[in-house]
């Protein structure tokens, strides 16, 4: 049973715009969720993250928001850039340093110019 | 700063040889572990470490093992593979604020 779940397997959208990559989990217990980046032929990078005694975190372009309610996560890409281009995948573990996280299937955005 | 190293890069093995891949990190992390990429699945944990001497396993354990005998080094061996062990592999190891740092994969094809 995935736990983490990512149903969008892919988005596109115009150089400038919103992206907005979503993400929902089942397990009640996972109380950190990261998102990360991946290049092809290149490892994951980590992108942001946020603990669940927030709902909105912020980096630059990158702001990811948390529902706990709903048990869903996005990240928010302003504006998209032809470089953003790339698979994401979105984690979640319990604990903020336990190293041992479960990744959703991940989703290829693609920033068209 | 190398950062993880994995080595090779790309393998091809028949059914039933065995390997080892190489994963090596110099952060000083106590932390490291291996993910294996499937089409559709995302990342799957495979074996982790939290330190040298320690060694636990993940969701999909079966068909690899681990050990650790410095705080540099993770190798991941397969003892007889699989057709079904055609992945690509990530080593990684813990950095603060539980950020996972990857290596760049092995991409490995099992005939």
């Known amino acids: 049973d995935q736990q983490v779940k990512q149903n969008s397997p892919s988005l596109s959208v115009q150089e400038g715009r919103i992206s907005i990559l979503n993400c929902d989990y089942t397990n009640s217990m996972f109380d950190y969720f990261l998102w990360y980046k991946k290049y092809p032929a290149e490892g994951p990078t980590f992108l942001i993250s946020i603990s669940s005694i927030k709902d909105k975190n912020e980096d630059g372009r990158f702001t990811v928001f948390l529902n706990k309610s709903a048990k869903h996560l996005s990240l928010h890409i302003v504006p998209s850039q032809p470089g953003d281009s790339a698979v994401y995948f979105c984690?979640?573990?319990?604990?903020?340093?336990?190293?041992?996280?479960?990744f959703g299937q991940g989703t290829t955005l693609q920033v068209k110019p | 700063n190398a950062g993880v190293t994995q080595t090779p890069k790309f393998q091809v093995l028949k059914t039933g040889q065995s390997m080892t891949l190489q994963c090596a990190q110099d952060?000083?992390?106590?932390?490291m572990s291996w993910y294996r990429q499937d089409p559709g699945m995302g990342l799957r944990l495979i074996h982790y470490s939290v330190g040298a001497g320690i060694t636990d396993q993940g969701e999909v354990p079966n068909g690899y093992n681990v050990s650790r005998s410095t705080t540099e080094d993770f190798p991941l061996r397969l003892l007889s593979a699989a057709p079904s062990q055609t992945s690509v592999y990530f080593c990684?190891?813990?950095?603060?604020?539980?950020?996972?740092?990857f290596g760049s994969g092995t991409q490995l094809s099992v005939l």
């Open positions: 990684a190891s813990l950095g603060r604020d539980g950020k996972l740092f």
């Open positions: 984690a979640a573990s319990v604990g903020s340093n336990t190293g041992k996280l479960i």
């Open positions: 952060m000083n992390h106590e932390y």
